[in-house]
């Protein structure tokens, strides 16, 4: 089975420090993406990477970076942690691009900025 | 804006009664996929309808598309109490790297 793990589950973080959310997956898929989900909006696309040091900006990529040095890994980065970064973080991966096959999930790290 | 809209956005039902959530997405797909969220965890895929496909079964699951309309629906058979979750519909679409989530429908189903 792929496994898709993210280093936290709850995370309580000050305004203003530099956060690192950190996701590994062990099938050696290419491509992995990092979501924030907010009660009403669904899932929203922050950044995705299709292969090792490449990276697209998603939909809401403002205040986050992402770093992908090796294959099974790939970082969210909060450069400086804000209340409006309080949300629900998703790191999926899938093989195929393009969203044409399904992805896989972590369990989601719940992070509180204070 | 978001791709997939769920409908509707809360259902409750009894076990043993059939759930059915429908999803309307804006622009042409490749694929339409359901996944399914337990509280406060991360999603599950349950099942992918290819965009030349109009309907597929899994198990009690049963999944229509219509790309005439643009609208999806799924339909779980003989519910159970372990089926309440959240259910959110996916699109990929062409030229889009990374699955497209609508906002989800939140199925209860009392014992």
């Known amino acids: 089975d792929v496994k898709v793990t993210q280093s936290s589950r709850y995370l309580v973080k000050r305004t203003g420090e530099k956060v690192f959310l950190e996701c590994v997956q062990d099938?050696?898929?290419?491509?992995m993406f990092w979501y924030r989900q907010d009660p009403g909006l669904g899932l929203r696309l922050i950044y995705f990477s299709y292969d090792v040091k490449m990276k697209e900006k998603g939909d809401i990529p403002e205040g986050y970076s992402v770093s992908r040095e090796k294959k099974e890994r790939f970082s969210l980065i909060l450069e400086s942690a804000s209340t409006n970064q309080t949300s629900m973080y998703l790191c999926?991966?899938?093989?195929?691009?393009?969203?044409?096959?399904?992805?896989?999930f972590g369990q989601g790290t719940r992070l509180t900025v204070v | 804006s978001q791709q997939g809209e769920e409908d509707p956005q809360a259902l409750s039902i009894q076990e043993g009664e059939n759930a059915t959530m429908n999803c309307s997405y804006k622009t042409s797909i490749n694929n339409l996929q359901w996944y399914r969220q337990n509280s406060g965890r991360g999603l599950v895929h349950l099942i992918l309808?290819?965009?030349?496909?109009r309907e597929k079964h899994s198990g009690r699951l049963r999944v229509t598309l219509d790309t005439s309309k643009k609208s999806s629906s799924l339909l779980i058979t003989a519910s159970r109490a372990a089926d309440t979750a959240s259910y959110f519909c996916a699109t990929g679409l062409t030229g889009r790297r990374a699955l497209t989530f609508g906002s989800g429908t939140r199925l209860q189903v009392q014992p």
């Open positions: 099938m050696d898929h290419e491509n």
């Open positions: 309808i290819r965009s030349n496909e």
């Open positions: 999926a991966s899938s093989f195929p691009p393009g969203g044409r096959a399904e992805a896989f």
